[in-house]
């Protein structure tokens, strides 16, 4: 129980170290996302693995959480103190924060948006790759007598392709491939 719910507040706490560029620009730091996602991760481990962090696992998970949560802190109170007075106070102020709040809203639903749209790109594409093409076989025969007299070579049946041999029996296929395979010597 103790890992699930240092857990869910490693999750918490890594959601927002990565929101913190989004919504407290002035708090936040370039790799700071980065952090977030080690956090996340953390998070994630903890309430997926509850179940086996018992007895002395679970102790140092916790006297990690506390070192993490400390040093946190004291990451946080630097910050604030190279803020500036006026910085300080509208970070307070109710309108920044609405503002923050929807412009993280909108760029979430422009993601949203682009991800839907190339997911759905995505799908078609490999649902097109799924068809499979069909392939109509095409019987060739020879014809027993030329159909234009005024020609002196017979015209090639539908299908069959220019120079090929035309045969009409098994007999032909067996000769013309013993004919074409290499002799072992």
Known sequence: MLATLSGSLALLVGLTVMLLPLLASELSRPRDAAWGAVVLLLG???VTSADRLTGSP??????????????GHEVLQSRWRMLSPEEQQRLFSLERWQTSFSEVFSSGAKAAGAISSSG???LSALKAGQRKATVTKRWVRAESE???PSSSEPETPEGAREGAPVVSSFEEIDQLLEAS???AG
């Open 146 to 148: 030329p159909t234009s």
């Open 120 to 122: 759905a790109s995505v």
């Open 181 to 183: 395979s290499p002799q």
């Open 44 to 46: 994630l481990t903890l």
């Open 58 to 71: 679970m102790l140092a998970v916790l006297c990690g959480a506390l070192l993490i949560g400390r040093l």
